[in-house]
């Protein structure tokens, strides 16, 4: 199972530790990755499964991270719109990753 949480406030994401509690100090509403990944599931066409696939294999082996501050549902539109213009490859998943999380070292 994929480690990680998310905070929702709006339509903006934001990883988030989480408490023993559950809670933490800025009060947000957590989500797991699988949220994202279905956040991003609906900008992915069916006919680009093959993209999906590899977006969900790399945030599975870490090569993709979430973001770390939050994304609109634009700015994540746009990255993976960016993705899907090139075969999944290294070279398509390292750009993605840097658009998710520009501190990214991929």
């Known amino acids: 199972m994929l480690a990680g949480f ?3 406030r709006g339509s903006q ?9 559950g809670a933490d100090d800025r009060g947000g509403i ?9 956040r991003i599931r609906k900008l992915v066409p069916r ?3 093959e993209h999906y696939d590899e977006i969900v294999r790399s ?3 870490g ?7 939050p994304m609109t549902d ?5 990255a993976i719109a960016e993705f899907l213009k090139e ?3 290294s070279k398509s998943v390292a750009a993605l990753g840097r658009r998710l999380d520009p501190s990214s070292p991929v």
């Open 6 to 8: 998310f905070s929702l």
């Open 13 to 21: 994401w934001q990883q988030s530790a989480i408490a023993a509690s």
């Open 30 to 38: 957590f989500l797991p990755l699988s949220a994202l990944l279905a």
């Open 47 to 49: 006919s680009d499964d």
């Open 59 to 61: 945030f599975g082996v």
């Open 63 to 69: 090569t993709l991270r979430p973001p770390p501050t």
């Open 74 to 78: 634009g700015e994540l539109a746009r």
């Open 87 to 89: 075969q999944p490859s």
